[in-house]
């Protein structure tokens, strides 16, 4: 027998105190009481359940508590009177809730934006079934350095063998990405070596397959769901052999740049993963069994990893950690670990390994070497910032205009005080109307939601960010949750203020009115404007950086050329074939597109000094590369394919002061060897030209270029400069004379380089939003004061017009105070934008000049703007017929 | 209240108080009631049903009774009243006419 005496739960019969008629309460908690005390021998739980559903249903009209008796009338009237009173407040002033409705509804539109794209973001990776105990091992190299979300091959089962608190590990190597064939089909897939543990400690849906061997069998390989549809159409893939060929695809490459593919052999697939069921931080197409490795080792199709702790860059590690147990001790056989494998390689004697909780990974901390594009918590803590200023402004706006309205409340409040409403009452009532302004607010803000998430997706960057935007009920909640957060923090001040009126002062209308309130409301106007010119200058700043990006002189002739890629085919036979379509001007070839983001260093060995090297980039060319993009040799000659021991090479200007000559003659003729013993010999320079991304540096590198066809990627075309598109569509044809198996990839080189700062101007974009909507918040915050300003003076004005003042006069004592305010808010916000924007743009490369200029700009924009909210008003009650204004009463 | 008749799930609580004398209450009904019918019912049913038959004028009720295994709690003890032994037996008078009424025991046909 258990528990023969327990008692009922404490908390269901308070819940039924609480609903149920009084008369009744005795009665039926008893027979509750006796129903469960004679339950009998059932489990504590089901008795507590039985007794629970039996409660519920006396949630019947009959055992209902009415809303009756002089207390309760008295509140629930109360509650709908305030209802009443606060909607048709909100109808009679329409001009005053639209801007607090409107400027509210914007402010949290942002908001509600970044409560979305932070709802996406946390539900990665929720799906893993012991998420709360897997972890990511990090690697970070030397001491202050980000670390590395790679980490050495070797760590996985070292730290399983070693260390009896991790349960299980996996480790998923880098380096599988080429084409499948089945039959007539080809797919690329992207993905990783994985082990067989690596469905047990991380839960993707296998929708075929068997997740315990799935992986164990050498030559087996698991495919996402998309690409077994794309290769076997309706077929059953498992059990099927693909070819698979690498042509070292990475799975972070966009545009897949591909060396020549090398076959793999066959391969068995026993598995299918559904990874559009599943949002996950790891991204593949294919999951290779790590037993696989050591076939491709032996025939040296790829790199030995699998005992190198220093090749850190090389694989993820992920561990399920026992039960109970805590971080600290993670963190000290991570500690253990390092000290035992690094303290003695020289190169890595700092290396240190740390742990990444599985869904803190994303959004989560910058981490080097990451396998997927996404925003780390830095922008989110930028763009909250700004969406919190906005939400500031927006509340600032209904602060200050409720309680300039309040005077005409004053009697509705004297009454209420008079007819004992206590102070919290009517706090409560002033609340109670700023929560309902809040909650239409959040009505419109939806609206505005739906637009504001077209733009912000049509971003340039959302290309690599994949959020998903979608509003599901629990996000709903959110935002309500979030504007009646907001009704009250933009309430709260009014509520104080307004009810701390005395009643005989409130029925007496009489204005206490000291200068300190005006004080603070002119304060809170002040700060809306600095803000709103900070963001104007810098808005106009990034812009102008923008424009001076797109029109850089990069130092080399982009135009009418057209990079081609070239897919591992032979640039001979390819180019052979375009020089024959007309229209084609010129043809060279490279390893890469100089100023798009790609970079490759070369190490000499410093003749100066035998122990030091010499850093340079390296790029191969083609002969014809230098002529084609408009290069011009300050010495020596171009590259020639002339057959000698040394390599030929061209250096840059930048890269003859490194080498350490006077001038470029000098460096002609002299040998350099490099770090890998080969020599070379350099034949000519050419003048400086841009070869890396313009945020990367202020300064040209030094740079070598050498011939080198095997290492050649693209082809540039170029081009006759009318009609290039059907030049473009002839080559296509060409191309796939050559090669059916590969798509046609070509880009013009001038979108190419446009579009590396296509990130600028989402930057533009954010900032330039962020500062409309808050010159706008600002302005119908303006708008507001002026309207109530004017209506308070209608008769100040008749008299005076009766009086013989002129319409210009008027408008100047109308607009006085506001004027007074916008020049004050430019005195303090022009240096203080000038201030602020100097100290990033003085860490910024290539950076656009920026002077007082711009921030007279932005300043004549806000005193235009704001002079025009005033205007409108004041010209409007200047001009009204003293005899409309002073007739009545 | 317009109907005053008797549903069928009223009839059976009110037969119940009639077998309960003067023990019948929520719990007890309850019991009762599942014993014959053999359905399980819901306490709130019960005294849902039991405070309509009151207002109808068939049931009346006092408290009294409290003991420790209810947590010191009064229960409300019901009784039949006299117009409820009537409507009982009005209803059982028209079904006890009814069934004279078919012409053969042949269920099924």
Redesign the interface.
């Given at each position: 027998m258990r528990e023969q005496n327990s008692?009922?739960p404490k908390l269901p019969d308070r819940v039924l105190n609480w609903f149920l008629k009084d008369d009744?309460l005795?009665?039926?908690?008893?027979?509750?009481?006796?129903?469960y005390?004679?339950l009998g021998d059932i489990p504590e739980w089901k008795k507590k359940l039985f007794y629970c559903?039996?409660l519920i249903?006396?949630l019947?009209p009959?055992?209902l508590k009415k809303l009756e008796g002089r207390q309760k009338l008295n509140n629930y009237g109360m509650f709908k009177n305030y209802f009443k009173v606060g909607f048709r407040n909100i109808l009679k002033y329409k001009m005053f809730s639209f801007i607090n409705v409107f400027g509210l509804a914007v402010a949290m539109s942002v908001c509600m934006l970044i409560i979305l794209m932070l709802a996406d973001q946390k539900s990665y990776d929720q799906f893993h079934e012991n998420k709360e105990r897997v972890y990511r091992i990090l690697g970070t190299p030397y001491v202050g350095s980000v670390p590395y979300a790679t980490v050495p091959v070797p760590l996985s089962d070292a730290i399983k063998d070693r260390y009896p608190i991790i349960e299980k590990s996996t480790s998923l190597r880098k380096g599988v990405g080429g084409d499948a064939i089945y039959k007539n089909q080809i797919a690329d897939l992207k993905g990783y070596f994985a082990d067989d543990s690596f469905f047990e400690v991380l839960s993707f849906p296998l929708i075929s397959g068997n997740k315990n061997s799935a992986l164990s069998l050498p030559n087996s390989v698991v495919i996402s769901k998309d690409k077994a549809n794309q290769l076997f159409k309706d077929e059953n893939p498992v059990g099927r052999h693909i070819q698979f060929e690498d042509r070292g695809l990475r799975v972070l490459d966009i545009d897949g740049d591909a060396d020549s593919s090398v076959d793999w052999g066959t391969f068995t697939i026993t598995g299918i993963v559904d990874n559009d069921a599943i949002k996950s931080h790891l991204k593949f197409d294919i999951l290779m069994s790590i037993s696989t490795l050591n076939r491709l080792q032996e025939d040296s199709l790829i790199v030995d990893n699998s005992q190198k702790w220093d090749a850190y860059q090389s694989a993820f590690s992920y561990i399920l950690l026992k039960d109970e147990v805590s971080r600290s001790e993670l963190k000290d056989a991570l500690k253990n670990l390092s000290e035992r494998q690094y303290s003695d390689l020289e190169d890595l004697s700092e290396y240190s390994f740390s742990s990444q909780k599985l869904t803190d990974i994303t959004p989560g901390i910058i981490v080097a070497n990451e396998d997927s594009f996404r925003l780390p918590e830095l922008p989110y803590f930028v763009l909250s910032m700004f969406a919190s200023i906005i939400m500031i402004m927006a509340c600032l706006n209904y602060v200050n205009l409720s309680v300039a309205k309040s005077l005409s409340r004053m009697k509705e409040i004297g009454v209420r005080k008079v007819n004992g409403a206590t102070r919290k009452n009517l706090m409560f009532q002033f609340l109670l109307e700023s929560i309902l302004t809040a909650l239409l607010a959040l009505v419109i803000s939806t609206f505005i939601l739906f637009f504001l998430k077209e733009a912000f997706m049509n971003l340039w960057v959302n290309k690599y960010l994949n959020f998903d935007l979608n509003v599901t009920v629990s996000v709903y909640l959110v935002f309500t949750a979030f504007a009646l957060l907001v009704g009250m923090i933009a309430g709260i001040y009014p509520a104080l203020f307004i009810s701390r009126r005395k009643p005989v002062n409130a029925l007496k209308s009489q204005i206490e009115e000291k200068k300190g309130k005006w004080g603070i409301r002119k304060v809170l106007s002040v700060s809306q404007f600095v803000f709103s010119l900070l963001f104007i200058v810098t808005s106009i700043v990034i812009y102008n950086q923008f424009k001076f990006f797109t029109e850089f002189e990069y130092g080399f002739d982009s135009e009418n050329i057209v990079n081609v890629h070239l897919h591992g085919n032979d640039h001979e036979l390819i180019s052979t074939e375009f020089s024959s379509v007309p229209g084609v001007k010129n043809i060279s070839a490279c390893e890469y597109i100089p100023a798009t983001g790609v970079t490759n260093l070369i190490s000499l060995v410093d003749k100066r000094n035998e122990d030091e090297v010499i850093e340079m980039l390296h790029q191969k060319v083609s002969e014809t590369f230098i002529d084609n993009l408009g290069l011009s040799l300050v010495a020596g000659k171009g590259l020639t394919t002339s057959a000698s021991d040394d390599e030929l090479t061209i250096i840059n200007e930048s890269a003859v002061n490194k080498l350490g000559f006077e001038n470029p003659e000098e460096a002609i003729g002299s040998i350099w060897k490099t770090r890998e013993n080969s020599s070379l010999k350099i034949v000519g320079v050419v003048r400086d030209f841009r070869a890396t991304l313009l945020i990367s540096g202020d300064e040209i590198q030094p740079m070598l270029m050498t011939s080198d066809p095997e290492n050649f990627n693209f082809l540039n075309v170029k081009v006759s400069g009318e009609n290039p598109m059907r030049v473009v569509s002839e080559l296509e044809e060409r191309w796939k004379k050559l090669d059916s198996r590969h798509r046609f990839k070509y880009e013009f080189y001038q979108n190419e380089l446009d579009n590396t700062n296509l990130v600028v101007f989402d930057v533009v974009s954010v900032i330039g939003y962020i500062s409309f909507l808050s010159i706008l918040i600002a302005c119908l915050g303006l708008l507001g004061m002026a309207i109530y300003t004017t209506e308070r003076k209608t008769k100040e004005v008749g008299i005076r017009k009766v009086l013989g003042a002129a319409e210009m006069n008027i408008v100047l004592i109308l607009s006085k105070s506001f004027m007074k305010l916008l020049l004050i808010s430019v005195l303090i916000a022009a240096p203080l934008s000038f201030v602020v924007n100097k100290l990033w743009l003085d860490n910024f490369p290539n950076r656009v000049d920026f002077g007082f200029g711009t921030v007279v700009i932005g300043s004549l924009l806000m005193l235009g703007l704001g002079l025009l909210t005033i205007g409108s008003q004041t010209i409007r009650a200047a001009r009204q017929n003293p005899v409309e204004s002073l007739k009545d009463e | 209240m317009k109907n005053k008749g008797l549903g069928e799930f009223e009839e059976l609580v009110l037969l119940a108080v009639c077998i309960l004398e003067d023990t019948a209450?929520?719990?007890t009904v309850?019991k009762e009631v599942e014993k014959h019918s053999g359905r399980s019912i819901?306490?709130?049913?019960v005294?849902?049903t039991l405070?309509?038959l009151q207002d109808k004028g068939f049931l009346k009720s006092e408290?009294g009774g409290?003991s420790e295994?209810?947590?010191d709690?009064?229960?409300?003890l019901f009784k039949i009243t006299e117009t409820g032994m009537q409507q009982l037996q009005a209803a059982q008078d028209v079904r006890q006419k009814m069934w004279q009424f078919i012409p053969q025991l042949k269920p099924g046909v």
């Open positions: 008692l009922p009744l005795e009665e039926i908690s008893g027979d509750l009481y006796e129903y005390m004679e559903y039996h249903n006396f019947r009959f055992a | 209450y929520g719990v309850k819901l306490l709130g049913a005294h849902i405070y309509r408290m409290n295994k209810r947590g709690r009064r229960k409300r």
